[in-house]
């Protein structure tokens, strides 16, 4: 007999080798028909495996994110028997989960059209319909090795063949067709949801190495139901709609070329709401007590080897020889004896040498040390995206010096600033994770047991809700990850802040304690918008362009019907930029139909139409973006100054 424990806590025996759908049945008939696997001890297993011990064990079911990753798995493995009941000769490699979906990577001579799709997809869910028990089945390995090779299946065989030796080897059966694969699936084909699309084409090498074999990758995406794809793929849709490179293009605000990967161009546009961006979390820094400094770009490969990045970094860091070249030669040869260089990739470690740059006594804790740090990545091309992922970076970086004690009340006070940081910016859903320690790591065991207990437990005063995740720890401590979710569901993480006992050691900084004896700080690196390039890209998909009138390149633009009002339009706009507004002024001979057309495309948030009568009474007319121009709102000039002024103030700004 087996015991096992349920998530309630509820214990049950069963006989040996029970298997899920045992177990599932035992507790309710309506269980066993929505189960589709199990986590024994937290290890996802096939329904119908054998259960050989006791444990703590969990029905899954497809309202779990196990049950939608095996939805996703088999979708693979269905994509790929329809594909080669479809196109004989066809090998199959390699067909992985990934984010939304899966894909299959696969070996054939004739190039796949995204017209096959059709065909592709009606085989199947021919196959969904025979219902095909799935069945895991353990082989010899030189016995899986020979099979594939009969199969003409010699990337199964080469992938066998490069396994460790006491991998158990193990083919999935639906039918006919065969896999090699891990596990688990779903209990049979049936059981895989007809909520999936084929999605893009696209070319893989052979285990992503240049130098072999070129295959051609199929993506699909695949859902719980038939109504979580059509809601993804309306994401998608509006996802396209307000890509971040298309409306910067539309909208005159930066663009990206050749020749500086990675680094972008920002126009006079972009550059507004940039400014506004910046500007307005340095105010709130510098309200909560946070001191901006300025620190290096270019530091010593030594300096870099105390910190541990030389090591842990170094193929993410853009190194340069500390030399002068010759201008005659032709070539540049570095000499031997020449030191390194490297861009920071990074502020941290520079932050801790102005920490140690004069005596610290614990009556000076915490020290709150900001800066709008611009850093450098040696991120590949291939990774590079818009402002999403660039190589050369503005944080808003800052790093809080403080004795352990005071590790509560400084996360409790950046929680508090982070949460009204992002409600200005108009993001209400903000998601907590606490990141475990990663498997590569500095510190011992009994450090990360010490910075993970602390950040936990300060986490807890914030009451604010969270998840753990295991694994996704920074290189020196523990961290809280903060996830945003945008105006079409799609979620972003961007603030940090991370407990570190270790760099502070590894680079001898101290404070004088009460005691008088030297004592190393706690170190918390934080940020709330990451990446100031990254986030104005998630905020101009966030608000698809029509940014809020504080952060807009262009709040006003005034617009004249007729020529012969041009001067009282330049007298409006010189009111308007009196008042702090950022203002333009259209006075091309076009018919003012087209004027707002074109600038309501631009999404320039409120158009001033000027004319006789306006000129003669000393008003204006405002149209709104967003309101579809049914109406106009006429008011004097003083009043719509005024007006305009409070409503395009900065949040941190408005009166209350």
Not at 28 to 52: F, M, N, W
Not at 532 to 552: D, K, Q, T, V
Not at 558 to 569: K, Q, W
Request: aromatic letters at 8%.
């Amino acid at each position: 007999m087996i015991e096992l424990e349920f998530p309630d806590g509820a214990r049950r025996q069963y006989e040996d080798n029970v298997t899920g759908r045992d177990v599932a049945q035992s507790i309710a008939p309506s269980l066993a028909k929505a189960a589709l696997a199990i986590a024994l001890d937290g290890e996802v297993r096939d329904l119908d495996r054998p259960i050989e011990h006791g444990g703590i064990l969990r029905i899954i079911t497809a309202r779990d994110d196990e049950g939608l990753e095996l939805i996703r798995h088999d979708a693979a493995h269905v994509l790929a028997e329809a594909v080669q009941d479809l196109f004989p000769g066809t090998q199959v490699t390699i067909g992985p989960t990934v984010t939304d979906g899966f894909y299959y990577d696969f070996a054939r001579d004739e190039p796949f059209s995204t017209d096959d799709f059709e065909k592709i997809e009606a085989q199947m869910n021919k196959i969904i319909d025979r219902d095909t028990p799935i069945e895991r089945e353990v082989w010899d390995r030189d016995e899986a090795i020979a099979f594939f090779k009969k199969m003409g299946e010699t990337y199964k065989a080469e992938l066998i063949s490069d396994l460790p030796k006491d991998e158990v080897i193990t083919l999935y059966r639906q039918g006919n067709w065969v896999d090699l694969c891990k596990g688990p699936h779903l209990p049979s084909t049936g059981k895989l949801p007809k909520a999936f699309k084929l999605m893009k084409l696209a070319g893989a090498y052979w285990r992503g190495d240049s130098s072999k074999a070129q295959l051609q990758r199929i993506y699909g995406t695949a859902w719980r139901n038939p109504k979580e794809l059509r809601s993804h793929l309306h994401r998608l849709e509006e996802a396209e709609k307000r890509d971040h490179r298309k409306l910067g293009r539309e909208m005159d605000l930066f663009h990206l070329q050749p020749e500086a990967q990675g680094s972008v161009f920002w126009h006079a546009n972009g550059y507004q709401i940039w400014l506004a961006v910046e500007g307005y979390i340095r105010r709130r820094l510098a309200g909560a007590g946070y001191s901006e400094v300025k620190t290096p770009q270019l530091l010593d490969k030594a300096f870099w080897e105390q910190s541990g990045h030389w090591e842990k970094f170094r193929d993410n860091m853009f190194v340069v020889p500390d030399f002068v070249p010759s201008l005659d030669d032709d070539e540049i040869v570095i000499p031997p004896d020449a030191s390194m260089m490297a861009i920071k990739p990074m502020n941290c470690p520079a932050h801790v040498q102005i920490f140690r740059n004069g005596q610290k006594s614990y009556r000076d804790l915490p020290i709150r040390m900001a800066e709008f740090g611009c850093c450098h990545r040696n991120e590949p091309h291939g990774a590079l995206h818009g402002l999403m992922r660039v190589r050369q970076m503005t944080q808003d970086d800052a790093h809080i010096f403080c004795m352990e004690q005071q590790i509560g009340e400084e996360t409790i006070a950046f929680c508090e600033l982070l949460g009204s940081v992002y409600d200005h910016f108009g993001f209400t859903d903000v998601r907590v994770h606490l990141a475990l320690r990663p498997d590569v790591r500095a510190g011992d065991d009994a450090v990360w047991d010490r910075a993970e207990a602390d950040l936990e437990d300060a986490l807890k005063a914030t009451g604010l809700d969270y998840v753990l995740t295991p694994g996704e720890g920074a290189f020196y401590g523990p961290k809280l990850e903060f996830h945003l979710t945008d105006a079409i569901g799609r979620s972003w993480q961007c603030g940090t802040l991370q407990l570190d006992f270790v760099l502070p050691e590894r680079l001898d900084a101290s404070y004088v304690g009460e005691d008088g004896e030297r004592h190393r700080p706690v170190m918390l690196h934080r940020a709330i918008l990451g990446s100031l390039e990254r986030f104005i890209g998630m905020l101009i998909e966030h608000y698809a362009g029509n940014m809020p009138l504080w952060l807009s390149p262009v709040q006003v633009m005034v617009a004249p019907i007729v020529s012969e009002v041009d001067d009282y339009a330049q007298e409006v706009a010189k009111a308007l930029a009196a008042a702090g507004l950022r203002v333009d002024t259209d006075l091309r001979n076009e018919k003012i139909n087209y004027k707002i057309r074109e600038h309501s495309h631009a999404k320039v948030p409120v158009i001033a139409v000027v004319g006789r009568r306006e000129a003669d009474e000393q008003t204006v007319a405002l149209r709104f973006l967003g309101e579809g121009g049914k109406h106009q709102q006429m008011m004097a000039l003083d009043d719509a100054v005024k007006m305009l002024a409070e409503r395009a103030a900065p949040p941190d700004q408005q009166k209350s």
